[in-house]
C-alpha cells in the first residue's frame, strides 16, 4: 500500500494579486510542499525537497537577486529520512534541500534538465535555474523519469494521456505538466484507495484550476511558457470537473495542503496517541525517552534544535510535547498577538506560574520570569512581589492562592490549565483588581483565548477544529483537532479528552476533561451541573461506581442527589499541592472514558 504524508520546507509570501488575478492588496502564504511517498518496493520517496540553506548561502548574483525578490522561510522541521528523492522541476523553492541529502537517488526530467543546462546564465536565471543548488554527484544519482516504463493512461484520466509508472505497478505514475518550467512533471499516487495529483506548479493556488483565475501579469514573469501553462491548467479544470473528488494538490496552495491533512480519517484518541508516540514525531523518539528528554532539557544533547516540554499532568503521568525554534517563535507570536497585544508589549514584565519550566517559554525577546509550583510558595512569593509583573499567567486555583498572599496589581491577568467554576473569575478579580481572561493551552497546542466579548476564540490559524457533540446536547462537544503548522509532533484528527461547551456556536467554557463526568442512571453529569445543583466554589466531589459518590466540602447535598439519583457521602477537603490542577468533580474509574466515546459521542463535524 502507498503512503502519502504532506509536510512543509519553508514558506513565503506573495500578492494574491500575483497569483490568481484578484484586486486586492492581500498576501497568500505560500508554503514549500514536500510529500513523503512510501512505496512498498521503493521505500520513501520525497516528492522535492523545499528550500535549503544552500539556497540562503549562495553567493551567485542570481540566487541574491532571488532572495531580495522572494524573502522566504526556512523549516527547521526535519522531513525524516527516505531513501530517493523526485523532482517535479528544478525551481529554488524545491530543489533547495537537495545538498542536504547525501547519496539518495534523484528522479528528475533529463529533458528539462538538458534544455535548462544549454541556457546562458541570463536564461538560467530567468528560468530560476541555480546549477550551484545541485549536488556535485548529481549525474551519479540522478534517475531519469523519461527512463521509467511510458505507459498509456485510460479514458478515465483524459485529457491527460501519456505517463510514466515508477514502481511499474500502477500505483506511482509521472505525469507531464508543462509550462510553468521547464520539464514540469506531476505525480500521481494511488493511496489506500484514493488517487492524489500532486501538481506542483502547474497552479500555484487550486482556484487557478477551478475558476482557470489566471494569474496577474507581474506573476507571469515567473512561468516559463505562459501558451503551455494555460493549455495544462485547461486540462487540469477538465479532469477536476470530470472527477470533482480526486485530490489535486498544488504545492504552494495552502487550503488545499491543509484540507487533505485534515481530510476524514480515523480520530485517534490520548491513550492510542501514546502507545503510537513515536509514529507521530521526526525523531521517532518513544514516549518514556521523550519524557526523560523533558525531564532534563538539557538541549545540549543529539536532538539539541529541539525542545522537550511537559503538561501538568493532571491525570497521571504528565504528557510531551516537542518543538523546533521556529515553532516556538509561532507560538510566541501567536500568544502575543491573542492574550496580551503588541500595543502592551512594552514594558512588559510577565511571570508564568508553572509546574514544569520549558524552552517554549525562553528566547522568545519577551521579558518573562517562571515562577515553579512545585517550590513552595512562601519560598518565592516575595520575589514575585518585587518583580511587580505586568502580566501573570497560571491555574486559576494557584492564581487565588497567590493573591491571598500577595499584593499584586497586573495589568493583564490569563488564567488557563483548568477549568473554571461559576465564581472563580469574581474571586480572580477581586484579588487582583481585574478580569482574567481564559486561555485554552495544552500540551497538544495553543488552542484558544478569551476575546474582548467573553468568548473563547479558536486560534484557527493554527489548529483546525471539529466538534464531536454529546449525543443530544448541541452544546458540548469534544475536540477534535489537526494543527496546521506544527511538523516536529503531528496532530491529526486528534480528539482530546476535555469538553467544551457553546452557546449559538460561540465557545463559552471548557467544562473539564471527560474523566470530570460522572455516571448516574444511565446518563451523563457534567460538572456545570454538579455546580449549579451545590452552589459553592470550595468542594470536591469524586465518583467511585456506579451508586458511590463522595462529595468533600460544603454543598447543597439534597439537590445534589436528586441529580445523581444516588446518596452522596460526605468527607472533608483535603490539602493540596499548589502544582496540582484543581478538579472539583471526578471519576475514579473508566480512565479511558470508554462508555462517553463509545456511547455518547457523535461523528466529528465543522
Request: net charge neutral; proline share 6%.
Amino acid at each position: 500500500m502507498v503512503t502519502l504524508e504532506l509536510l512543509e520546507a519553508g514558506d513565503c509570501e506573495q500578492p494574491e494579486y500575483f497569483v490568481n488575478g484578484r484586486r486586492t492588496l492581500g498576501k497568500l502564504r505560500f508554503p514549500a510542499l514536500v510529500a513523503r511517498v512510501g512505496h512498498p518496493a521503493l521505500g520513501t520517496i520525497l516528492f522535492d525537497c523545499g528550500y535549503g540553506p544552500a539556497l540562503l548561502e549562495s553567493r551567485s548574483w542570481a540566487a541574491r537577486a532571488y532572495r531580495r525578490i522572494l524573502p522566504f522561510h526556512l523549516s527547521t522541521s526535519s522531513l525524516g529520512t527516505a531513501d530517493a528523492v523526485f523532482l517535479s522541476h528544478f525551481h529554488p523553492d524545491h530543489i533547495g534541500g537537495l545538498r542536504d541529502m547525501p547519496g539518495l537517488p534523484i528522479w528528475h526530467s533529463r529533458a528539462g534538465l538538458a534544455e535548462l543546462r544549454a541556457l546562458g546564465s541570463f536564461a538560467q536565471a530567468h528560468n530560476a535555474f541555480f546549477p550551484e543548488l545541485l549536488p556535485l554527484d548529481f549525474a551519479s544519482r540522478g534517475r531519469a523519469i523519461e527512463d521509467c516504463q511510458r505507459v498509456a493512461l485510460d479514458a478515465d484520466w483524459a485529457p491527460f494521456d501519456v505517463a510514466y509508472d515508477l514502481a511499474g505497478d500502477g500505483t506511482l505514475r509521472a505525469i507531464p505538466l508543462p509550462g510553468h518550467a521547464l520539464g514540469q512533471f506531476g505525480l500521481l499516487c494511488h493511496v489506500d484507495g484514493e488517487d492524489v495529483f500532486l501538481i506542483a506548479d502547474a497552479a500555484w493556488v487550486l482556484e487557478n484550476v477551478t475558476r482557470l483565475a489566471l494569474p496577474a501579469p507581474p506573476g507571469r514573469l515567473a512561468i516559463a511558457d505562459y501558451t503551455a501553462y494555460t493549455e495544462t491548467l485547461r486540462k487540469l479544470r477538465e479532469l477536476k470537473t470530470r472527477r470533482p473528488a480526486l485530490w489535486m494538490i498544488p504545492s504552494h496552495c495552502e487550503k488545499t495542503i491543509a484540507a487533505y491533512v485534515q481530510r476524514p480519517s480515523p480520530v485517534i484518541g490520548p491513550s492510542e496517541y501514546e502507545k503510537r508516540f513515536a509514529e507521530f514525531n521526526v525523531l521517532g523518539m518513544g514516549l518514556d525517552e521523550a519524557r526523560a528528554r523533558a525531564q532534563a532539557e538539557k538541549g545540549d544533547g543529539p536532538h539539541g534544535a529541539y525542545s522537550f516540554g511537559l503538561s501538568t499532568g493532571s491525570s497521571g503521568a504528565p504528557g510531551v510535547f516537542i518543538t523546533n525554534g521556529e515553532e516556538r517563535k509561532t507560538w510566541a507570536k501567536a500568544f502575543v498577538s491573542r492574550t496580551i497585544g503588541w500595543r502592551n508589549v512594552l514594558g512588559l514584565r510577565a511571570a508564568l506560574l508553572l509546574r514544569h519550566d520549558n524552552r517554549l517559554y525562553a528566547k522568545q525577546r519577551l521579558r518573562l520570569r517562571y515562577f515553579s509550583l512545585e517550590r513552595p510558595l512562601e519560598d518565592w512569593a516575595e520575589d514575585l512581589e518585587r518583580y511587580a509583573p505586568t502580566v501573570l499567567a497560571g491555574p486559576p486555583s494557584a492564581l487565588e492562592r497567590v493573591g491571598t498572599l500577595v499584593k499584586l496589581r497586573p495589568r493583564i491577568l490569563l488564567a488557563g490549565g483548568e477549568a473554571m467554576a461559576p465564581g472563580d473569575s469574581a474571586a480572580l478579580e477581586n484579588l487582583f483588581g481585574v478580569k482574567p481572561r481564559q486561555v485554552y493551552q495544552a500540551k497538544e497546542g495553543f488552542l484558544a483565548a478569551e476575546n474582548e466579548r467573553g468568548f473563547l476564540e479558536w486560534n484557527e490559524d493554527l489548529v483546525a477544529l471539529q466538534r464531536m457533540f454529546v449525543r443530544g446536547d448541541d452544546s458540548r462537544f469534544v475536540p477534535v483537532i489537526t494543527d496546521l503548522r506544527r511538523s516536529t509532533q503531528r496532530y491529526a484528527r486528534y480528539r482530546m479528552d476535555d469538553v467544551l461547551r457553546q452557546v449559538d456556536g460561540e465557545i463559552v467554557a471548557v467544562e473539564g476533561r471527560l474523566q470530570d463526568v460522572l455516571y448516574a442512571r444511565e446518563r451523563l453529569v457534567f460538572p456545570d451541573e454538579v455546580f449549579t445543583a451545590l452552589g459553592v466554589r470550595d468542594f470536591e466531589l469524586e465518583q467511585f461506581d456506579g451508586n458511590r459518590f463522595v462529595l468533600r466540602g460544603n454543598g447543597d447535598t439534597v439537590r445534589l442527589e436528586e441529580l445523581l439519583g444516588a446518596p452522596v457521602e460526605r468527607g472533608s477537603l483535603r490539602d493540596r499541592p499548589l502544582w496540582e490542577k484543581r478538579r472539583r468533580v471526578r471519576r475514579a474509574f473508566d480512565p479511558e472514558s470508554e462508555w462517553i466515546v463509545t456511547h455518547w459521542l457523535r461523528e466529528p463535524c465543522r
